[in-house]
C-alpha cells in the first residue's frame, strides 16, 4: 500500500540554523509533493509545491528537493526563527489523481 | 484570500447521535474535501466533492455522508456517531487545473463522542 513517512520525532534546533526536515514515500508515484504547515489547533497551510520534473523549489527562506529515484523530498527552513515552529506536513498526488495522501507531520521547534 | 470556515470548532455528542458539520468556502472553488486527522494517522480523505451534488468517496468513507447542495457549502453528516468517530475534521477547498494542488484548510472541528 501507499505510505509516507515523516520523521515522527521532534525535530529541536537553535535559532539561526538550517532545519531539514525529510518525506521518503513507497508504492507511489507522484507527480506533485507538497509541503503544508501546521500549527497547534489550526488547519494546514500550503507553503510549496513541487513537480516530479523539479529538481528544487526555493521560496523566501524555504527550499525543497525531490528525488523520484530515492522516493524523498527534503525540506529546508534556513536561519530559522521561533515563529518557524510548527508541525510540517507532506503531502503527495498522483497525475490525475483526485485524491493527495498527507504524511503525519514533523514537529519542528525552534528555540531562541 | 481564500477563507474556509467551520460551523464549530469544539463539538461533543453522544454515541448514536446524528452530527453534521459544515464547512463553507467563498473563493467559488469546484473542489472540497473532508478529512479527518488522528495522531500519527496523517489526514485521511474521507469524501470529495467535485461540483454541486456529485461526490467520489475517500479512503474511510465507512460510517459517513455528504452533502452538496450550494458551490460554496460542504456538509459532512455522522448518521449515527460512534466513539471511534472523535477525532479533528478538517474540511478543505481548492480550484482546477493546477491550482488543485493548493488545498485551504479551514480551522477543524474538533469532535468527541461520548
Known amino acids: 500500500s501507499q505510505k509516507i513517512e515523516q520523521n515522527s520525532e521532534a525535530l529541536n534546533i537553535q535559532e539561526g540554523k538550517t532545519a531539514t526536515l525529510t518525506c521518503n514515500y513507497t508504492?507511489?508515484?507522484?507527480?506533485?509533493l507538497q509541503w503544508y504547515r501546521q500549527d497547534p489547533g489550526r488547519g494546514p497551510v500550503f507553503l510549496l509545491l513541487?513537480?516530479?520534473?523539479?529538481k528544487e523549489k526555493r521560496k523566501e527562506r524555504l527550499k525543497v528537493t525531490f528525488d523520484t529515484t530515492l522516493k524523498q523530498s527534503l525540506f529546508h527552513i534556513t536561519a530559522s526563527q521561533p515563529a518557524d515552529s510548527a508541525t510540517y506536513l507532506c503531502?503527495?498526488?498522483?497525475?490525475?489523481?483526485?485524491?493527495?495522501?498527507f504524511g503525519a507531520g514533523t514537529r519542528l521547534f525552534v528555540k531562541a | 484570500d481564500v477563507k474556509v470556515t467551520q460551523s464549530s470548532r469544539y463539538l461533543v455528542k453522544r454515541t448514536g447521535e446524528k452530527v453534521f458539520l459544515e464547512c463553507v468556502q467563498d473563493?467559488?472553488?469546484?473542489?472540497m474535501f473532508w478529512y479527518r486527522q488522528d495522531p500519527g494517522l496523517g489526514l485521511r480523505l474521507i469524501y470529495f466533492?467535485?461540483?454541486?451534488?456529485?461526490?467520489e468517496k475517500g479512503d474511510i468513507p465507512e460510517g459517513y455522508s455528504v452533502s452538496r447542495e450550494k458551490k460554496e457549502r460542504f456538509s459532512l453528516i455522522l448518521e449515527s456517531a460512534s466513539t471511534n468517530q472523535t477525532s479533528m475534521y478538517l474540511c478543505a477547498s481548492s480550484g482546477t487545473g493546477f491550482s488543485y494542488n493548493e488545498q485551504f484548510f479551514g480551522p477543524g472541528t474538533r469532535l468527541t463522542v461520548l
Open positions: 503531502a503527495l498526488r498522483a497525475a490525475g489523481g483526485f485524491k493527495t495522501i
Open positions: 473563493m467559488d472553488h469546484e473542489n
Open positions: 466533492s467535485y461540483d454541486v451534488k456529485m461526490k
Open positions: 513541487i513537480r516530479e520534473n523539479e
Open positions: 508504492n507511489y508515484s507522484p507527480a506533485y
